[in-house]
């Protein structure tokens, strides 16, 4: 196997944690949006969180694409809310979310360093599913948008393909020019970050911090509940041959 010449991170829930923003910054909007401002925050979050989490599922497996994913979480929440909404009234929903979840979105600083040492070492980049203006608000808000160089940036949005389509990963290859075991992705999703970029010859380690089961079927090069312990897998002494 070629020496790792590329580290793609994955984005949500790698680089960008869910956890600092996604609570506050829903019930945020339901706080801001006409149709909402007069309900209970705690329950329409409640709802909001369990319909969010059905249509994930959806996304994951390619059933429906991010804008109908968006649209489709607030009217249903809306529904079982008992409220009429319209599409137009789920992007209002959209564009505040997305405000807020840019004010409290939180750089990494260990994970930003981090970064910086890979990148004395590999070329470093981003592959990540969503808009291209979305995305990189968020490299943006955690202060990654100048680290990463653009021509390292694959966004499904601009790219036109999403993960885990083998389309994004050959386009990957094209435009490095590099072969796909020389490319390494490092994310948080099986499908997504180690699945689907080993099926197309990459390698890729799973960031698991949740600590689930292993799914069965592929052998990462690793499986880290840290981003911090790529430090000993990649940076140290010989690991250019990894």
């Known amino acids: 196997m070629r020496p790792i010449r ?4 994955d984005l949500d829930d790698t680089l960008v944690h869910f956890d600092d923003y996604w609570e506050i910054s829903v019930k945020e909007t339901f706080t801001q949006h006409d149709l909402t401002s007069g309900l209970d ?3 329409m979050f409640a709802i909001f969180e369990q319909v969010n989490a059905r249509l994930v599922e959806q996304l994951d497996k390619l059933q429906i694409t991010v804008e109908d994913f968006r649209i489709q979480r607030f009217l249903h929440a809306m529904a079982l809310a008992g409220k009429e909404a319209d599409a137009a009234m789920a992007s209002d929903f959209e564009q505040l979310y997305q405000a807020a979840s840019k004010r409290n979105m939180k750089p990494d600083s260990d ?3 981090l970064i910086g040492e890979l990148q004395g070492r590999y070329q470093v980049g981003i592959i990540t599913n969503g808009s291209k203006d979305w995305q990189m608000h968020k490299l943006e808000a955690i202060e990654l948008n100048e680290a990463i160089q653009a021509e390292l940036l694959f966004i499904s949005g601009a790219v036109g393909h999403e993960k885990p389509t083998r389309e994004i990963y050959q386009h990957i290859v094209r435009a490095t020019s590099l072969q796909p075991d020389q490319i390494l992705v490092v994310g948080d999703s099986w499908t997504n970050d180690v699945a689907g970029p080993m099926d197309n010859g990459m390698q890729a ?3 698991n911090k949740k600590g689930k089961p292993v799914p069965q079927g592929h052998q990462p090069l690793a499986v880290i509940r840290h981003l911090s312990e790529l430090r000993a897998l990649l940076l140290s002494s010989g690991t250019e041959e990894v």
């Open 6 to 9: 590329l580290i793609l991170f």
């Open 41 to 43: 925050t705690n329950e």
């Open 111 to 113: 994970a930003n360093k």
């Open 205 to 207: 380690v799973w960031f």
